[in-house]
């Protein structure tokens, strides 16, 4: 305790009495502006003081249980040292703050916005989200900048309790597998070899393969509804068969062009240049997928620009269905029924997925074998696309469901026996000839 009330009072600055100016001209007010603004330094420098007083303490507390209490000679210097250099560093560290910083580019923004799939950028309140992200990535760019050039200009002392001073997060992480610490050019040669002799994706063959599929599937769809709009309505007998006549007609295409295409390449000796026999195996598992892939995305695609003909944020390619209000039996209903008109609808969904679901792998091809292309359309787009029809159809025909609850309620008791019911009644009363007028 008696070492700690001499060191308060050792490195405690004293105070600056105040200016006493009785005149008020240009050069007394420069005076006494400095005269504050030396004040308001000196009452900073005091808190900072005492706070790492506060540490110096406690880190000395902890240590007088272990140890032996130094002698009081040994504190001045060993206290002044850490003080200087803990309020240097802090100091520098508000200088370095407030540099101006460059701020990022806006070209690197509408790059990054490029890199974004369309579908994502169109809907309700998109716009608005964008925009936060792009507020979100800027400060973290300002913030990301501003800590690393404090860190490269700065050496931050090797001070424990400076911790407890610094209230801030662990700067970010470099990249995972960007450490650039040693030399990386032999294990670079080294892996591209490895992938060179191991990947046969990264193959001139394969390279092909992706044109031709690039290039017959870019621009395709297998049934494109984008048109019945301006068609006018349409029936749910119709919507099957053209349906099924679209896909059978996109298949024979497909595999009068495309398959054609990819069979006469793997005819030519020349697409297994460099593969080793006992790669043969794998190189071909390799060409199955690789084909199998596309003919999935072109399936997914086509499944997603149907259902998004229905979409309920935009009703200009909404589809238009032809519904008869008909009367028979003593009932009135719609034809087809609304059941009808869902299934017919899904029915296009299980009608794409059932395209392309046998063709013959390459392999099999060249060997006459059995085996076939796995096409088959992922279940959870199917599952997520029969969802999506499925309220988007109840909601559309929330106006039909009223307008068929109007005709009930207005014309119904005149077929369900309520009139005919008061007929007989009201003759059954024998009334008069006025009553019958």
Known sequence: TSNKRTLRTLFRPAALPPPVISETSPSQKKLLTYHRGKEQQEVLNQLLIDRALEVYYITMDETDKRDAVPPITELPSTVRKYFFILLNYLFMKKRVQRNPMIPIQQQWLRSMLTLVPQSLMEGRDRALLTEELLKEIVRDY????????????????????????????PLPLLPLG???????????IKAKQQI???????HPTMKTLLDFGYTAFFNFLLVDFSSSRLKGPVDCKSLKTDASLSCSKAEEEIMSTWYQRVVGLFSQSEALDGVKLDQLESFYNCVAVLMS?????????????????????????????????????NRMEFYPSLQDLEE???????CIGQTLQNIQAIRAWLTGGTATLDAELPAHTAQWAKSALKKSIRDNLEGPKEH???????????????AEERINRFIAEQPSFDEYT
């Open 142 to 169: 300002e913030k990301s900048m501003q800590r690393c050039v404090l860190r490269r200009v700065l050496v931050k002392p090797d001070i424990k309790e400076l911790d407890k001073l610094e209230e801030e997060a």
């Open 178 to 188: 960007l450490d650039f610490s040693s030399t990386w050019h032999n294990s670079y």
């Open 196 to 202: 060179i002799s191991t990947l046969h994706i990264l």
């Open 293 to 329: 892939n596309q003919l999935k995305g072109l399936l997914q695609r086509t499944t997603e620009v149907f259902v998004k003909l229905f979409d309920p944020e935009d009703r200009s390619r909404l589809p238009l269905f032809k519904m008869d209000l008909t009367y028979d039996e």
């Open 344 to 350: 017919a609808i899904l029915f296009v969904v299980d």
């Open 404 to 418: 068929f609850k109007g005709y009930v309620e207005s014309y119904g008791w005149l077929v369900d026996g309520t």
